[in-house]
Nanobody, 125 residues
Framework: QAQVKESGGGLVQAGGSLRLSCTASGPTSENYAMGWLRQGPGTERNFVSA????????RYADSVKGRFTIFRGNDKNTVYLQMNGLKPDDTAVYYC??????????????????WGQGTQVTVSS
């Protein structure tokens, strides 16, 4: 059974930066499609960014494009979300998710199999 664990959330002022980390463990976890989704206060969980198993292809929500960058670490089973130019609207619980045996991008929560517990990101104005 695979496990996914996030870290790196916190409190930051508007305009600041944070880097979230997510590590997947389990059989062939270095080949998982992975991504980030977030759920703000009183909102649904929404797609933020995704990356393919090989790190070649990425996708971003329009709201974060140009500010956030997703990339895989050298060990391949760790994915990072570099968040720059943070805005109060980015305040949310950020979830990392993964899917095994899939070569494409997972763009909605229904595409993912394994989920982390979430990490809180709070951006003050």
């Amino acid at each position: 059974q695979a496990q996914v664990k996030e870290s790196g959330g916190g409190l930051v002022q508007a305009g600041g930066s944070l880097r979230l980390s997510c590590t997947a463990s389990g059989p062939t976890s270095e080949n998982y499609a992975m991504g980030w989704l977030r759920q703000g206060p009183g909102t649904e969980r929404n797609f933020v960014s995704a990356i393919t198993w090989d790190g070649i292809h990425t996708r971003y929500a329009d709201s974060v494009k140009g500010r956030f960058t997703i990339f895989r670490g050298n060990d391949k089973n760790t994915v990072y979300l570099q968040m720059n130019g943070l805005k109060p609207d980015d305040t949310a619980v950020y979830y990392c998710a993964a899917r095994s045996g899939f070569r494409g991008l997972c763009l909605s929560d229904r595409d993912y199999i394994y989920w982390g517990q979430g990490t809180q990101v709070t951006v003050s104005s």
